[in-house]
C-alpha cells in the first residue's frame, strides 16, 4: 500500500475479509444464591423460590444446584430455568431427599443469545405437585459462566511504511465487526529508517461516522520510548449501533520515515451501559 493523506467516504461501507481466532480466555463470574421454601423454612408459605441472575449474551452458563429436604420423607420437585428475554424454559423433574444431592445442567451458548448486552435469567424450584411442602426444603444455586474470548482483527494491509510527515487510514475488520458492546485493545510497534532513532506517531480510531473514538500519541511496542503505542476503546451499545468500517488513522510528523508498522487490534465482547 501507498501512503495517503486520509479521504473518508461514508456513502457505503468496504468489504474486507477478516481472520478471527481466540487468542485466550479472560475471567468469567459466578455468582451462588441461596433458596428456601416451605412449612419449617424461610418461606414457610411459598410453593417454589425463584433467583434471579444475568450472564453476556454468546456464553456457555453453568448452573449448579444443592437441594435436600428438612422431612424424612423424599419430596418431588422441579428445576426450572427461564431464559427471561425469549422465555425459553429447562426443566428437570428431581427428588429432595434427606441427604444433600446436586445437579449440573450446561446451557449453550446458541441458546443463550440476544441482542440486548446482559441476559436476564431466572431460576426456579418448586414442588412438582404445587402444593406448599410439608417440610423445608432448600439449598443453594451457583450460576456462572466464562466470558469471550479476544478476538485478533485484521487490518488493511500488512506491516507497511509511512513516509515523514504523513498519514495513512486503514480498515478495521468488516462492517460488523463491532457490532457488539466490548472491549477494543490497539498496540503497535515499528521502526525508524535510521535505526538509531526512537521516534512517535499518533494513532486515532475513527468510528464509521467520522468522529474520533480514541486518540494516542506514543512509541511502539518494541522501543524505550514512553507512553508505548498501547491502549484501549469501550465499544458501547450506542457505537455498536454505527453500521460500516471502523477507521484506524495513523499520522507521523517526524523528519524521518516510519517503516515496519505493524498494528494489532483485538476485541472482547462486554458490557459497559
Given at each position: 500500500?501507498?501512503?495517503?493523506?486520509?479521504?473518508?467516504?461514508?456513502?457505503?461501507?468496504?468489504?474486507?475479509?477478516?481472520?478471527?481466532?481466540?487468542?485466550?480466555?479472560?475471567?468469567?463470574?459466578?455468582?451462588?444464591?441461596?433458596?428456601?421454601?416451605?412449612?419449617?423454612?424461610?418461606?414457610?408459605?411459598?410453593?417454589?423460590?425463584?433467583?434471579?441472575?444475568?450472564?453476556?449474551q454468546g456464553v456457555v452458563i453453568v448452573?449448579?444446584?444443592?437441594?435436600?429436604?428438612?422431612?424424612?420423607?423424599?419430596?418431588?420437585?422441579?428445576?426450572e430455568i427461564e431464559d427471561s428475554a425469549?422465555?425459553?424454559?429447562?426443566?428437570?423433574?428431581?427428588?429432595?431427599?434427606?441427604?444433600?444431592?446436586?445437579?449440573?445442567?450446561?446451557?449453550?451458548?446458541?441458546?443463550?443469545?440476544?441482542?440486548?448486552?446482559?441476559?436476564?435469567?431466572?431460576?426456579?424450584?418448586?414442588?412438582?405437585?404445587?402444593?406448599?411442602?410439608?417440610?423445608?426444603?432448600?439449598?443453594?444455586?451457583?450460576?456462572?459462566?466464562?466470558?469471550?474470548?479476544?478476538?485478533?482483527?485484521?487490518?488493511?494491509?500488512?506491516?507497511?511504511?509511512?513516509?515523514?510527515?504523513?498519514?495513512?487510514?486503514?480498515?478495521?475488520?468488516?462492517?460488523?465487526?463491532?457490532?457488539?458492546?466490548?472491549?477494543?485493545?490497539?498496540?503497535?510497534?515499528?521502526?525508524?529508517?535510521?535505526?538509531?532513532?526512537?521516534?512517535?506517531?499518533?494513532?486515532?480510531?475513527?468510528?464509521?461516522?467520522?468522529?474520533?473514538?480514541?486518540?494516542?500519541?506514543?512509541?511502539?511496542?518494541?522501543?524505550?520510548?514512553?507512553?508505548?503505542?498501547?491502549?484501549?476503546?469501550?465499544?458501547?451499545?450506542?457505537?455498536?449501533?454505527?453500521?460500516?468500517?471502523?477507521?484506524?488513522?495513523?499520522?507521523?510528523?517526524?523528519?524521518?520515515?516510519?517503516?515496519?508498522?505493524?498494528?494489532?487490534?483485538?476485541?472482547?465482547?462486554?458490557?459497559?451501559?
Open positions: 500500500m501507498t501512503n495517503s493523506r486520509v479521504i473518508t467516504i461514508f456513502a457505503g461501507c468496504w468489504l474486507i475479509f477478516i481472520s478471527v481466532f481466540a487468542v485466550g480466555q479472560t475471567r468469567g463470574g459466578t455468582s451462588s444464591k441461596t433458596f428456601d421454601f416451605g412449612a419449617g423454612g424461610d418461606n414457610p408459605t411459598f410453593r417454589s423460590h425463584a433467583r434471579s441472575f444475568t450472564a453476556p448452573v449448579a444446584v444443592n437441594y435436600r429436604t428438612a422431612g424424612g420423607a423424599p419430596v418431588p420437585i422441579v428445576l425469549d422465555k425459553v424454559s429447562i426443566l428437570r423433574e428431581i427428588v429432595a431427599e434427606k441427604t444433600m444431592k446436586r445437579i449440573v445442567l450446561n446451557i449453550a451458548a446458541a441458546d443463550n443469545a440476544a441482542d440486548a448486552c446482559e441476559k436476564p435469567w431466572q431460576v426456579r424450584v418448586r414442588t412438582q405437585s404445587g402444593e406448599i411442602p410439608a417440610a423445608r426444603i432448600f439449598g443453594d444455586i451457583s450460576f456462572s459462566f466464562v466470558d469471550p474470548s479476544p478476538f485478533s482483527i485484521e487490518i488493511e494491509g500488512e506491516a507497511f511504511k509511512l513516509n515523514k510527515g504523513a498519514q495513512t487510514t486503514r480498515r478495521m475488520g468488516v462492517a460488523d465487526s463491532f457490532k457488539h458492546a466490548g472491549l477494543m485493545s490497539v498496540k503497535a510497534g515499528w521502526l525508524d529508517s535510521l535505526a538509531a532513532q526512537v521516534l512517535p506517531l499518533k494513532f486515532e480510531v475513527m468510528r464509521p461516522d467520522g468522529t474520533i473514538a480514541k486518540t494516542l500519541t506514543g512509541y511502539g511496542t518494541n522501543s524505550g520510548g514512553s507512553p508505548k503505542l498501547d491502549f484501549s476503546y469501550n465499544v458501547t451499545n450506542t457505537d455498536a449501533k454505527r453500521t460500516c468500517l471502523w477507521l484506524l488513522k495513523i499520522t507521523t510528523n517526524t523528519e524521518n520515515d516510519i517503516i515496519e508498522i505493524n498494528p494489532k487490534v483485538f476485541f472482547t465482547r462486554k458490557c459497559f451501559e
